[in-house]
């Protein structure tokens, strides 16, 4: 696996968003959701509705027990069939669908469930964060690429 770095560039409101490719339910299709990168959310989200119009059906039949900043809450769960962030390729990765409003500016966020494959900076100079499949990863995996 060769050494691949992104840079985002972001606002000076500190907000990171990554465009993520998200594969519809048939695995043919995809497209790029706008993804919130969130280091101190646990588990990547995703919309019921940015779900439900690529095709994702039945996901209301499968819950788990989660934690927010805000205490417990219960979440369901979507096996999403591929989604590519940053270089790396994920296959069948289960989900947790946020109830977000249908016209939310983003679709959902990148949680640490996904960062912990990546190294990480963010240079609020020149509003440019910078990310890359870490070392362990690399030995680790191969997701695809």
Known sequence: MEIELVNIKFQANGVIIAPTLVYFADGQRKQYLDLVIDTGGTSMLISKHALAQMGYTGFEKSTVKSLGASGT?????????????????????????????QNHHVAGTIGMDILRHFNMSINTDTYLATIEVNNLTKERHDYGR
Do not use: R, T
């Not at 989604?83 to 989900?95: I, K, R």
């Open 73 to 101: 809450f219960y979440a369901n769960i979507c096996p999403l069939s591929k989604f590519n962030f940053c270089g790396l390729s994920f296959n069948n990765y289960p989900v947790k669908v946020w109830n977000a409003p």
